[in-house]
């Protein structure tokens, strides 16, 4: 599972109650109760424990604060920058806002700066790592790098990033989660065996 929020079908900015809903909805379709005496029950077996591993992982992370890329290993507070940015105390009050979970506002103040340089991307990724939003963050940071190369407090970043993202691709599939492929397999098979099961005038899979 390489990422949870495409497994449950929502995207990662969704809402705490948009992520429930989904799951809510996820697990009715997949419950062992549609699946009686069917062939398929273990395959929806399958595809509900990757549904479960995946609101688990979300409800674990990120709302309390971590990333998901993580594997819950490191939580957002590790994600902290230096406030060393060459004595610019626009960007400082920044860095430190970031640091102190003053989110929203150090958001604004980064959407009033024009001038878009290195630091400005830098700041924007670590803001967006501390939400949880992972592929924006990894956007902006690797910018900073391309831009200022030789800022250590830059690359370090994302390089933990990418170690971050190689441990949680590692323990999904030590888990016995193989990846977005056998997910679409497993539904590949399930609407395959219902379109057959209809054809000779029976019903698979009940709630399609």
Request: hydrophobic letters at 25%.
């Amino acid at each position: 599972m390489e990422n949870p929020y495409k497994t449950l079908g929502v995207k990662e900015n969704a809402s705490e109650e948009e992520i429930k809903k989904a799951y809510r909805d996820m697990v009715k379709k997949y419950h062992p109760d549609q699946y009686r005496n069917n062939p398929l029950s273990k395959l929806a077996e399958e595809r509900l424990a990757e549904i479960n591993e995946a609101y688990d992982y979300i409800t674990k992370n990120r709302f309390s604060g971590r990333s998901w890329n993580t594997g819950g290993q490191t939580n957002s507070r590790n994600w902290n920058t230096s406030g060393d940015f060459g004595g610019d105390p626009e960007f400082s009050n920044i860095s430190s806002n970031i640091n102190s979970g003053n989110l929203d506002y150090a958001e604004t103040l980064l959407n009033r700066i024009s001038n878009r340089n290195a630091k400005w991307y830098y700041l924007m990724g670590v803001l967006n790592l501390k939400r949880g939003r992972y592929d924006v963050a990894y956007s902006h940071i690797e910018n900073a790098v391309n831009m200022d190369p030789g800022n250590d407090e830059y690359r370090n970043t994302l390089n933990r990033m990418n170690m971050s993202n190689s441990t949680y691709r590692n323990n999904a599939y030590n888990s016995g989660y193989g990846g977005d492929a056998n997910l679409c397999n497993t539904c590949s098979c399930l609407c395959c065996a219902d379109s057959c099961c209809e054809c000779m005038g029976g019903d698979c899979i009940p709630c399609c």
